[in-house]
Structure formats: C-alpha cells, structure tokens
C-alpha cells in the first residue's frame, strides 16, 4: 500500500482557471519522491493538499482523491492526519512563533494531548534528531535561518508523522545543515516513512527514488 | 517578585487598570499611578526600558492630554483668551488623569510583555480560559513588534529609493504614511494566513483541550502576595465608594 497517493486530482482557486488538473502521484512508504518544477506552476498549492490544508484552511475546487495509508484525507480528523503527516515550508520565520526553542518543539505534541513526560521525550527526541539539543531552551530569535529551519524540522517530527512533506526546505540552508537535514531523510526512509519533497536543485536527486515533474497544469514521472 | 506566577501579574494588572479606570480623584489616580510604577519594577521592569517604552509613547499622550485640557471646561477659568476662558482647573486635572492612566496602562503592558508568553497561556489554561482565546490574544501581541518591524522595512525601502522623510512637508509625510499603511496591512494578513496554516499543520485545533508542557504552580508566596493585593483592592475600593 503506498502512504501517500494522489489519484486524478485537480485544484483552481476560482471557477474555470484551472492550475492543475487530473494529476497521479503515488510515493511508497521508505519511498523519497521529488517533485520539480517552475515557481509559480502549482507545486506549493499540491503540498497543501496532501497535508489537507487546502480545503481546510485554504478554499478552492478540487477533484480527485488523496488517499494517506489508503484512507481518503477528508474522512480523517485533525489529529489523525497530522500524526500521519508533516510538513515543513520553506521559510523558518514564517514557522516559529514561540519565544524558545523547547516552546516550540511542545506545541504539536500538546495539541495532541499527550502526556508531559510523553512531550518531554519527543522533545528530546526531536532535538537530538536535527541535532540542538543544546539550544533547548535558546531564544528562537536568537538562532540563525539555518538553525531555525532545522527547528522547524524539529517541530515537525515531534509529531512523528509517517509521511514527511518538505516544501523547498532546503533552499536556503547553509552545507552543513543541508547535510544534517539529508542524514534526516535517510534516516526517516530507513524507518519506513514516506517523503515528499519539492525541490529544483539537481544536489538532491542522490535522496530520490522517484522524480515527477510538474509544468503547465500537468505533472508526469521523469527518468534519473 | 520577579518569577511570580503569572496569574499574580494578572491580578495586580487588573487592579491597577481598573482602578485608574474607575478613580476619578487626582490624588487616588496619582496613588495608583505609584503603587503601579513600585509593582512594575517589583516585578522585574527594568526602569531604562520601561523610560523608552514611556517616550516613544510621550508625543501621543501629551496630544491626547491636551485636547482634554483644552475641551474640558470645568471648575475655575484660569487662562482667558479675548475673553473666552480656555484653561480650566477641571481640563488640568482631567489632562493629568488621562496621562497618568496611560501611564498605569503601559505599566501593565511593560509588566506582562516582560512575562514569557507560554507561561502566561498555562496561566490562562489553569484559569479555565479558553486556549483558544489565549493564542488568540498571543498571536496579536505577536504581530504587534512584527507590524511595526514591517512598517519600518517600507519606510527604510523607501528611503533607499531617495525619498528624504526630512524635507517632506508635514502633509505629504501624512499622505505617505496612508499610502504605506495598505501594504503593510497587507502583509500583516498574509503573514497571519501563514501562521495560521503552519498552527493547523502541527494540530492546532485537534481537540476541545490541550495539555501543556510547561507548569506554572502559585507558591506559598504568590499565595500571600495575591491575598495582600486582593485584601488592598478591597479596601480602597471600599473606603472610596462607601
């Protein structure tokens, strides 16, 4: 069973323009997909959808069906999905919004209700996963955009999601984090997760099992 | 007095605005004005910071101030102008009143932006607040240094396009900072969505509660301070009503 699959979906944010439509995307659990493509062709817009942000928090029309592990994603409630998936944007600043980074780490964790000591060791884990555990209770503000980013990664995978999106999250790390974050990835496929990425850099395909391409409304599979 | 619990801010917040608020005689107004600044510091403002946050906030209440002085035309005629009285002993005292809650105001502010937010919100949590309404509260505490940073960011934009703010006469200054504002509103909204977005994405909103992972307790002393505000409220607002 593939964890994430997209089957015929078509998005527009108004009646009649259309920005994709009738798009396949399958990407198998240990499986790392990358999907490339020009600014503006719809790649962000397709990560809110299989997050379930559109059209939850972000309206438009769709077509088709997004199945996670199998099950339809309008059928799962928010706690469910968003322990089955995380997603993590380009731009940290826009991802923080807590004062430390330990408040940060917290929060997914007690939107789920978990217990403190379950919190205290998925912050832990987080932290030594991305590599700050000695910036626990650091000022956010205080970090570079680099550690911020790997912050942000942090909150995500506090949430031990089993599919892991990443929307350009690489953009703009320095080569050590960069580094850090492809280590992560590995990891999260050897333990059977499921990633998604947007990327356009050539520097990541090595992570890759598959590549799909998306241009002009349309998206298809290209060779390595 | 530093680390007290939130909730102890919060109580000693609340008396002191809603005293200023509901006194009208200068001299309690001036008393309240002073068990603020001595609670204000007690808890941990530092005086310098707490002076700049006054001044950049001066220009505004001395404007507020002096429409009060002016439009308040009670009590003793003091100053005359071709026969029309313009300052009254009544404008002066409600000038001073009107700065002097102000000042309580950014006091409580200065006092509860010292505060770490997350203990605030277990603060809340614990008071049976909504968490809802909590973040809600924080988000806009949030996007107020970021609204300003924005607005600085246009001005400073616009500076390196050669725009000189000094040579700008008054009326132009005002019309750029109106044809600022759109955008920067602009931005704000965007920036809220986003927010917005990477909240649902990490479960914001999954359940009717949450639990929190900081704790904040009330010490034995907390206990004490609280009651000694609690019983001092009472009392003035005992003696000044009955």
């Known amino acids: ?224 | 007095m530093k680390k007290a619990d939130p909730r102890v801010k919060l109580f000693w917040v609340l008396l002191c605005t809603t005293g200023v608020l509901v006194f009208s005689r200068p001299f309690w107004v001036l008393g309240i004005a002073l068990f603020t600044l001595a609670g204000t510091l007690s808890f941990g403002v530092d005086l310098q910071s707490l002076l700049q946050r006054l001044r950049r906030f001066l220009p505004l209440l001395v404007v507020i101030s002096l429409l009060h002085l002016l439009f308040v035309q009670t009590g003793e005629a003091l100053v005359f102008i071709r026969g029309y009285q313009v300052i009254t002993s009544g404008g002066i005292i409600r000038g001073v009143i009107t700065l002097v809650r102000f000042f309580v105001i950014l006091c409580s502010a200065a006092v509860m932006g010292n505060e770490n937010i997350r203990r605030v919100l277990a603060a809340l949590t614990k008071l049976r607040i909504p968490y809802l309404f909590s973040f809600m509260l924080m988000i806009a505490l949030r996007f107020i240094p970021s609204f300003q940073s924005s607005f600085s960011d246009a001005i400073i934009a616009l500076q390196l396009r050669g725009v000189d703010l000094n040579k700008l006469s008054f009326r132009r200054k005002i019309r750029m900072y109106g044809d600022l504002l759109l955008p920067v509103v602009a931005d704000a909204v965007v920036k809220s969505r986003q927010l917005a977005i990477v909240m649902e994405a990490r479960g914001f909103g999954a359940f009717d509660k949450r639990t929190s992972y900081l704790e904040v307790r009330m010490t034995a002393w907390d206990w004490i301070v609280t009651g000694a505000l609690f019983t001092l409220g009472a009392a003035a607002f005992g003696y000044y009503f009955f």
């Not at chain 1, 939107?111 to 209770?137: D, Y």
């Open chain 1, 1 to 224: 069973m593939n964890a994430l699959e997209g089957r015929q979906i078509s998005f527009s944010y108004r009646k009649g323009t259309s920005l994709f439509s009738q798009v396949d995307i399958q990407v198998g659990q240990g499986e790392c997909v990358i999907l490339r493509g020009p600014s503006g062709c719809g790649k962000t817009t397709l990560c809110h959808m299989l997050v379930g942000i559109i059209p939850r928090s972000i309206s438009g029309e769709i077509k088709g069906d997004i199945l996670l592990f199998g099950q339809d994603i309008r059928t799962l409630s928010l706690a469910r999905l968003v322990q089955k998936v995380g997603v993590l944007f380009q731009n940290p600043d826009e991802q923080l919004f807590f004062p430390t980074v330990e408040d940060e780490i917290a929060f997914g964790p007690e939107n789920l209700c978990l217990s403190r000591k379950e919190i205290g060791l998925r912050i832990e884990e987080a932290l030594e996963t991305v590599q700050m555990s000695a910036f626990r209770l650091v000022e956010t503000e205080t970090l570079s955009y680099g550690q911020k980013q790997l912050i942000a990664l942090g909150a995500v995978l506090a949430l031990q999601p089993a599919i892991l999106i990443l929307d350009e999250a690489f953009s703009q790390l320095d080569s050590f984090s960069t580094q850090l974050v492809k280590g992560i990835i590995q990891a999260q496929k050897k333990m059977g997760h499921a990633i998604f990425m947007v990327e356009n850099s050539e520097d990541h395909l090595d992570l890759a099992e598959r590549v799909y391409e998306m241009h002009d409304g349309r998206v298809w599979e290209v060779a390595l």
